[in-house]
């Protein structure tokens, strides 16, 4: 999209605003920029994907991946989720990470500090070999950067029983909680100890399959796990 | 509910299976039972609350917590999501914990290590005070146990600025993964490292309100920061 055909307030760096994604609540919050979309996106590990139906909301966790300005989901060609999605049902993709709690002097300011993505959209099957080929090679290095060159690749076979999703980014916002609590003037003098709990999500030690040789020891990208952006 | 009552394959112990809340994908992972669920509820932070407006889905982060069979949601009375869920429409709310990368030798069997909680449902308002007033101090409880007697309490118009929802735990299930990559027998030969990547939530240092007086300590909640069953 060029600067020109972009809508008002729209850029090239930013998805444009929508009705569907303008957020309402705490507006300062939003964020519709692609640099902070993508940066949420690559961090996070698991999305819940919204989809109705017989007319009820259903949310799922699962894996995904971000290709440029495509997210891809994956799974059985059995599972309902993928199925109903591949045939073109509206979903809503949301993605959190959760950066720390928010302990305010009153209970009513209480908070939490948080990154999100909500992702609106229809998505389709991807049938191009290639491009199903590059959506799991980016599936398995969103987990684990560094693991695929390791990894036995996909045969023909477990291509065949993948079925691979492709959501346009195209509607899209995120929203940001950040900082210190934000009490009321008047609560200011209370002697209460207000300020922020630093959450993230930490690697433990590798543990081997028990199936493995003895001896055999865990990749760097293993033992030095981290996520893009994380800490 | 009595055993007597309890349909088939279903307990005082556990949430009763219905076509809505069956496990299909990977059954084996299910779980029913209300011990599991009401765990996983109460050490997450973070539900994904998922609704339908206009016949399209949306999904939306929020804060929540457990009171015994119900889940409390709460807000502004001018937040859309609480204002839609308020008249009644079908809900589905997801939680989810992230235990760890699983990288098998094949791509084709990298996974996650999770457990997570699907309840279905139609919240209601809660308009009686106790309860409301209970639901509120179990909100700040659940993010931060220990911290209600030292936060001020809710003044009468903060009551009337929060919208509090209870969705009654009655259409619900559990799924987990566990446990070692589950790679084809053909491939344990293979010489790549194979196993599992813990992961959890981990506090760091509390950080105090620029506006704390000087030498203001964390209390001992903060500085030892954990979740219920987590590490």
Tied chains: 1, 2.
């Excluded at 695929?148 to 980014?169: F, I, K, M, N």
Aim: glycine letters at 8%; aromatic letters at 4%; a neutral charge.
């Amino acid at each position: 999209m060029s600067l020109d055909e972009a809508g008002p307030g729209s850029t090239d760096d930013a998805y444009p605003v929508t009705p569907q994604t303008r957020v309402r609540r705490r507006a300062q919050r939003a964020r519709y920029d692609r640099a902070t979309v993508h940066a949420i996106l690559d961090e996070a590990l698991v999305c819940h994907v919204g989809f109705v139906v017989e007319g009820e909301p259903c949310v799922i966790p699962t894996a995904y991946a971000r290709v440029g300005e495509t997210l891809y989901l994956h799974g059985s060609p059995a599972n309902r989720m993928l199925r109903s999605l591949a045939e073109g049902l509206p979903v809503c993709v949301t993605v959190t990470l959760l950066d720390g709690i928010v302990l305010a002097r009153s209970a009513f300011h209480h908070s939490m500090n948080y990154r999100s993505v909500v992702v609106f959209g229809r998505a389709h099957v991807v049938s191009d070999e290639a491009e199903k080929a590059r959506a799991m090679h980016a599936l398995v290095e969103h987990v684990c950067s560094g693991r695929s060159p390791d990894a036995r690749p996909p045969s023909e076979q477990e291509l065949a029983q993948t079925l691979v999703l492709a959501l346009p980014l195209a509607q899209v916002s995120a929203k940001i909680r950040n900082g210190p609590p934000l009490d009321d003037e008047a609560d200011h003098a209370l002697p209460v100890w207000a300020g922020v709990i630093p959450l993230r999500l930490a690697p433990g030690a590798p543990q081997g399959d028990p199936l493995l040789a003895a001896g055999s020891a865990p990749p760097v990208y293993a033992r030095r796990y981290r996520r893009p952006g994380g800490s």
